[in-house]
Every structure is written in structure tokens, then in C-alpha cells.
């Protein structure tokens, strides 16, 4: 059974492995010194940042970090920024579940709506997302400073 | 000559028409009791949400909006939520100006970028997103709550 | 294991099933009166389109058509214009192995590229075109008369 | 005035110089030996590829490539393979006035549609095609042989 939930001081070392994975995909395969710790504190206080985890026969196989910001046009937004699931446990519903949990929390704390950013081709993962979410046909633009 | 700088009291009529310039090219024709004053409000009082004007020849021709926000995988980052310009002054550099006064904005304030949404066929905007900015190939879903 | 081969007159009935279904994919779920009888005719022929189909334990569970069209930058294409497989066969390499027998077809007829359309939105199929082919940025624009 | 014709033995420096425009469009600076010599013979006969050109003032200035395929599923359809406008005179309606043509050549020869695949990224053409044709959403895949 998949239980989600906050993420635990024991699970920073599965954690972290599961945030490497989703680095990894995403081409970042070394990250700043500090990188985990920063992040993990962040969630660990909860200010700003926030994180679930999912775990499976008690260990952690899925991870998603979300946060709330302003919306000019509507109530605030939540922003689902990264989703992780380990490879062994993709199509048993881990990335499913984990959505669901941030969509709960986003409408506890008066967010209008919950959305995230995918690569075009990353068809794996729109076999799902286009299952619980809408693409209405926006795109990014990305301006490095 | 095109100036840009902050929104000042006076500008409060011009911009709700720009404002609603913009709201009307995305479908939304009436906006909610309060939505412009809520808005202008927030620009006004700048703690979480930000806005600069574009002017010619002393009108206002143009308007952004934009706030920063954390990150898991990097500083903040600066989102461009709302770009509008008067269809009169189109083709004359405005949004570039503003698009390029945010950028300077967001590093003044430590932001690691700015990025924005736009439609996938908004080909008139993309003319110049695609010469200022990157599509690294993402699209947005959204889930309503 | 999968055999691919030209259609023959028993395999009738086990086409059209399938061709069935790929039309009601596409959404059209009733065909004009004689549309099965006119394309299978143009099979048998073979002067201007042609198809394979793919057999599992004897029992065809795949078909592709395609046919070569001048053009003028290039030597003859062969556009694949139909690939359907069975519900039950899905990820068992059947569109694969239509795929590869049609670009060996095409080489032999001396076609410069295979190429194929498909929905923007099929992430299934997607999932195995982008192994086997590559997406070059083209979109299809059509205009009915 | 704009006067769209066929191409006459007297256009065929022009239509060269147009079609070497498109073919740099997208990338193609070298042409193989013989590759205009081909092409123009096989417009001048007709029998499989055809042409038509625009002229403005006597001058050509935009040209484009057709030609009729059989389809599985429909009617013959008409492939818009090449359209190029000089660029001195884009936004005068060259291309558009082209398009109509080959839309009224298909019409006459029993095409059920015409169609054309552009780059995702052309957006200055995309402004012309989203107000002529129907972007369903497909896309092309290449398989190079």
C-alpha cells in the first residue's frame, strides 16, 4: 500500500536519492555543494518550501516539492515544482498519489489551482499528467540572467 | 521615446485599461467585484507582487507584472506573469523594453532568472520571445481545485 | 514470434477489424459505404498504396499502409499512412517490426525517408517514435476543400 | 496586382533565385548537381510535381510547389510541398493569394484537402497558416534511410 506523507529526519538519505534521480533526468548531474542540505532545510522548516513523500512497503519511492506563490488574476497558486518516482515502482500509481496529496494541501491553503512545467517529450509521464491535469497549450519561456 | 519605470496613482486608469487589454485577449471579458483594486494594491504596496509601466510620449502604452519566488534547484527565480501592450504602439520595441527592465529587476534581487507563460499559438508575441528568451521545450498543466 | 508479410485474400476480415479500430481512434467511427472494399482493393493491386500486415500465432494483430510520392527536393518519399495494432499485442515490438519492414520497403524502392504524422498528444505511440524516428519540428497544416 | 500563373520557360532564373531562398530558409545551402535542372523539368511536364508563380509588377516574386497523392482514407489529397515569397514582399498577401490557387487547383482535380507541414517555430508564417488552414494538432516524424 502507498502511504504519502511528510517527509521524516530517517528519510533525508532515501530522499536525497530520489532527488538525484530527478536531477539526473533533467541533465543535472552535479549539483552545487550544499545543494541537498539547503533544499532539505527548507522543507524541514516549512517557510516557504514544502515537500510529501511517498513510501511503499515502508520505503520511500516517490517524492514531490510544491510551493504557493501570488497570482496577479486569481488567488494564490500552488507550484508543483519537482516530482520523483523510483524506477522499480513507475505504473504501480506513486506519481498519481503524490499529485493528489499536493492538490489536498494546495486546496487547504486557498489555492486557486496546482500546476507544473514537463518537458514536451516526455511522453511517459504525459500518459499520466494529461489523465489528471489540462494543457491548455501554454509554454515557457526561460531568460537566464 | 519609450520610458519605463514604476506605476504612480496617476496611472491608475491607464493601466486597468491595459489590464483589461490583456484579460480580454485570454477570454476572461469580466473580472471578479474588487479585481483591479486587489490588484493594483499589491503593485502599490510592492511586498509580494511588482509592476512597471511603459510610456510614449507620456501615455502609457504598456504593462508587466512580475514577482520572485524560491526554488528547489536554484536561487529564486522571477516570474513575468502579465506582458500587455496598447495595440497601437505594437512593432515599436515596448515589450522588449519591459521584458528587459524585469530582467534587470530580477537581478538586482539575486533571481537566477525570469521566465513567463505564453500560448503555444500566440505567434505575434513569440516573433519576439524567441529573439530575447529560450524554449527549453516545457509546457505547463494545470489542475483546477 | 512476429512474421510481417503482404496481406492475402483470408486476411479480409482480420484487416478491416483492425482498420476499424484505427479509424475510431481517429474518431471516425462510421466510414463512407464501399471505403473497406475500396482500399483493400487498392492493396491487392498495389499500383499506388500498399500494406503489410504483422501475424502473432498465425492471427493478424497488425497492419501499416503507405506508398511513395514524388518530391521536389528530394528522391521519391514513402509516407506511412496508417500503422494499427491490437489492443491485446500493445508493447510487445509489433509496430516496431511494421515500422522496420516499411523503411526496408522503401529502400528498396529507392525512397530518400519513411515519414509518418501523428497526434501531438498520442504519448503511447510517441514513446516508440521517438526511438525509431526523429521529431525534426515539423507540424501539419490542413486545409479542407 | 498580384497575377498567380504557371511558370514560363522566361521565369526560370527567378524561380531558381526563390527557390534557392527557400531551400537556405532551411538550411539547405548546397544543392546536389542537377537539382534545380530536375525539378524545373519536372514542373515544365506536369506529370507528377506542378508549379505555380506570383508576380508583381512582371516580376516574380513568390512560387509554389504541389502535387496530388492517393490516400488510404479519403479522396486524393494535394501536398503544398514549397511555398517562398521574396522577402521584399511579405505581408502583401503573395502567399496567401498562392495558397488559394493551389487550394483551387486541388478543387478542380478532386482533392479532398490540401496540406503543408511548416516548422513549429515559423512563427511569421504561422500568422498566415492559422488564418487560411487547421492546425489539428499533428505532427511529422522522419525516419531517414
Not at 81 to 89: G, K, R, S, Y
Not at 108 to 136: F, I, M, P, Q, S
Request: with cysteine; proline share 4%.
Amino acid at each position: 500500500m502507498i502511504v504519502i506523507g511528510p517527509l521524516e529526519p530517517a528519510d533525508r538519505p532515501g530522499w536525497e536519492r530520489l532527488f538525484e534521480g530527478y536531477n539526473a533526468f533533467y541533465g543535472r548531474e552535479t549539483m552545487p555543494d550544499g545543494f541537498y542540505d539547503r533544499a532539505w532545510a527548507e522543507f524541514r522548516s516549512g517557510a516557504r518550501m514544502h515537500a510529501l513523500g511517498a513510501k511503499l512497503g515502508g520505503e520511500l519511492v516517490g517524492i514531490v516539492h510544491f510551493f504557493a506563490h501570488p497570482s496577479t488574476t486569481s488567488s494564490d497558486l500552488c507550484y508543483l515544482q519537482d516530482l520523483f518516482t523510483a524506477t522499480e515502482v513507475r505504473g504501480k500509481g506513486v506519481a498519481r498519489q503524490l499529485i493528489s496529496a499536493v492538490k489536498a494541501w494546495a486546496g487547504e491553503h486557498g489555492c486557486g489551482r496546482v500546476y507544473w512545467h514537463t518537458k514536451d517529450d516526455n511522453h511517459a509521464a504525459r500518459l499520466l499528467y494529461d489523465k489528471v491535469a489540462e494543457n491548455r497549450g501554454f509554454i515557457v519561456y526561460t531568460m537566464p540572467i
